[in-house]
């Protein structure tokens, strides 16, 4: 896929936070995420919804990432729609599997749902 006139957009992963003892991830940090460009990717709407609250209001946003089915992402992965400053998705469900076809072993784009909250 070539998008001549499109956006870039990343992945962000939380880098591990390692037990110092037993060197296994114990937690995420957000502070300085692992950035990844997803190239001939894209983001594209699917819905807008008002939350109301007893004591606040909230949007949710639902788009889907269009990207190669063979690209890294998995759930809780964060992706930004343009350089930093842009919106910010959560990728809240469990990506498709990548699916390969057996007889030429190529694997189709992925539609991955997005998430995002304000208010």
């Known amino acids: 896929m ?6 870039k957009v990343y992945r962000l992963r939380a880098r591990p936070v390692l037990d110092p003892y ?3 991830p114990i937690s995420a940090d957000w502070a300085d995420p692992l ?4 190239p001939a990717s894209f983001v594209a709407q699917t819905s ?7 004591s606040r209001e909230q949007a949710a946003e639902s788009k889907s990432l269009f ?4 690209f890294d992402v998995q759930k809780g992965d964060r992706i930004r ?3 930093p400053g842009a919106p910010v998705y959560t990728i809240d469900g469990i990506p498709p599997a990548a699916d390969t ?3 030429t072993n190529w694997t189709p784009p992925r539609e991955i749902p997005l ?5």
Do not use: H, I, Q
């Not at 950035?35 to 997803?38: A, I, N, P, R, Y």
């Not at 807008?48 to 007893?54: C, I, N, R, V």
């Not at 998430?115 to 208010?119: A, D, K, P, S």
């Open 2 to 7: 070539n998008f001549p006139a499109g956006r």
């Open 22 to 24: 037993s060197k296994k």
């Open 35 to 38: 950035v990844l460009e997803l």
């Open 48 to 54: 807008t919804s008002m939350l109301a609250g007893a």
């Open 67 to 70: 990207c190669d089915g063979s």
């Open 81 to 83: 729609d343009g350089e």
């Open 101 to 103: 076809n057996p007889w």
């Open 115 to 119: 998430t995002r909250y304000v208010g």
